[in-house]
């Protein structure tokens, strides 16, 4: 904690030095329920070209930190931080190619949620065709859930588009039974607030007979059609 709060109160050229200490311990500082919350700190407060041997020293290392307790932290703030510096670009574009496992992953997905808040246009892009891939299987587990709800709310209009329009493609009674799940009628709300004519074409779906009558036999389906009054 004394070193965060010296990373926040030093001039620039201490503080690079501070983060300098951590020279060749990059991926003991990841692993490590302490110091990793400094190499946070280093990240939010300095440049990737003061502190280059952050992303060289995690390249470099072997360990899959994107699912590490610890380590998807370190993407995330590389992703809020430094993203567009062309060294960390190429080292989250080498770990956004495992997207279609990271989304369901308990600490992967808060890597690709994060990229597609924060990432480059094509990071964010691949993101959304890996969703695609597997719409259904997706939207029914609870950490793709929440990766599908960020790109619904963060994913670039035509992409955003594309994904609606996969759902769109299915019969009302199977995005009725999404729709009574937990985390299937958490990415149609996210839908349903889209604005225009997707949001309209979804309600569609959901106001025909048969999908009303499992929808309202569900505890998730009844919130759904009681929120965005989609009742007859």
């Known amino acids: ?20 200490g951590l020279r060749g311990s990059v991926a003991e500082a990841i692993r490590s329920p302490h110091a990793n919350y400094v190499l946070q700190k280093i990240i939010k407060v300095l440049t990737p070209s003061e502190t280059p041997f952050i992303v060289q020293e995690i390249a470099q290392e072997h360990m899959d930190f994107a699912r590490h307790e610890y380590g998807c932290r370190i993407y995330c703030r590389l992703l809020e931080h430094a993203v567009e510096d062309e060294s960390t670009s190429k080292l989250l574009d080498s770990v956004l190619v495992e997207s279609d496992d990271l989304i369901r992953h308990t600490f992967g997905h808060h890597v690709v949620e994060c990229a597609l808040e924060h990432g480059l246009a094509h990071q964010r892009h691949h993101i959304m065709q890996v969703l695609r891939r597997s ?28 994904l609606a329009s996969e759902f769109l493609a299915r019969t009302p009674g199977e995005v009725a039974a ?12 996210a839908l349903l607030r889209v604005p225009g004519h997707v949001a309209q074409r979804l309600q569609d779906h959901l106001r025909v007979g048969a999908p009303q009558v499992q929808l309202k036999a569900s505890k998730h389906g009844r919130r759904l059609l009681d929120s965005h009054c989609l009742g007859p």
């Open 1 to 20: 904690r004394t070193v965060q709060l010296a990373l926040d109160v030093a001039e620039r050229g201490a503080a690079a030095e501070l983060a300098a």
């Open 135 to 162: 719409l259904m299987a997706n939207a029914s587990n609870r950490n793709a859930a929440y990766v599908m709800e960020k790109a619904v709310l963060y994913g670039l209009p035509e992409d955003q588009e594309a």
């Open 178 to 189: 999404l729709a009574r799940t937990q985390c299937g009628s958490m990415v149609l709300r």
